[in-house]
C-alpha cells in the first residue's frame, strides 16, 4: 500500500504558477521512487486526463497535451516528492488534481495507477 497526499493547490488568475506537491509514503523496505507517478485532473461533468508522468526513479517524463510546454514534472527521490511545477495558466487549468503510484516502472498515461490521492483543488480565474 502506498498513502499519497497531494498539497498547492488555490485560487489564482490567468498567468499565475502554481507547484503542486505529491508525498509518497512506503512501507518499509520500499522506496517511494520505485513507483511511477502521474498526475491527472478532472473537472466537473469532464472526463479525467493525464497531465503529466514520471517513471522509476523520474528516469522518464511524459506529458499530456494541455501541459506540454507550460507544466513541468519532477521528483525528489530524498524528501519522497514528486511535484508539478505549473506556468502560464488558464481558465481551462480549473481542476482538481491527483496523484496516482503505479508499480509499472515506464511512467506514462497507459500503465495501471493503483494508488491515488485525495486531490488539491486548483482554481484559475480570468
Known amino acids: 500500500q502506498v498513502q499519497l497526499v497531494e498539497s498547492g493547490g488555490g485560487w489564482v488568475q490567468t498567468g499565475d504558477s502554481l507547484r503542486l506537491s505529491c508525498v509518497g509514503s512506503?512501507?518499509?523496505?520500499?522506496?517511494?521512487?520505485?513507483?511511477?507517478v502521474g498526475w491527472f485532473r478532472q473537472a466537473p461533468g469532464k472526463e479525467r486526463e493525464f497531465v503529466a508522468g514520471?517513471?522509476?526513479?523520474?528516469?522518464?517524463?511524459y506529458y499530456g497535451d494541455s501541459a506540454r510546454g507550460r507544466f513541468t514534472i519532477s521528483r525528489d527521490n530524498i524528501k519522497d516528492t514528486v511535484y508539478l511545477q505549473m506556468n502560464t495558466l488558464k481558465v481551462e487549468d480549473t481542476a482538481a488534481y491527483y496523484c496516482?503510484?503505479?508499480?509499472?516502472?515506464?511512467?506514462?498515461?497507459?500503465?495501471?495507477?493503483?494508488?491515488w490521492g485525495q486531490g488539491t483543488q486548483v482554481t484559475v480565474s480570468s
Open positions: 496516482a503510484a503505479s508499480v509499472a516502472l515506464v511512467g506514462g498515461p497507459a500503465i495501471p495507477y493503483k494508488y
Open positions: 512506503v512501507v518499509p523496505g520500499r522506496n517511494f521512487s520505485d513507483y511511477s
Open positions: 514520471t517513471g522509476f526513479a523520474g528516469v522518464n517524463i
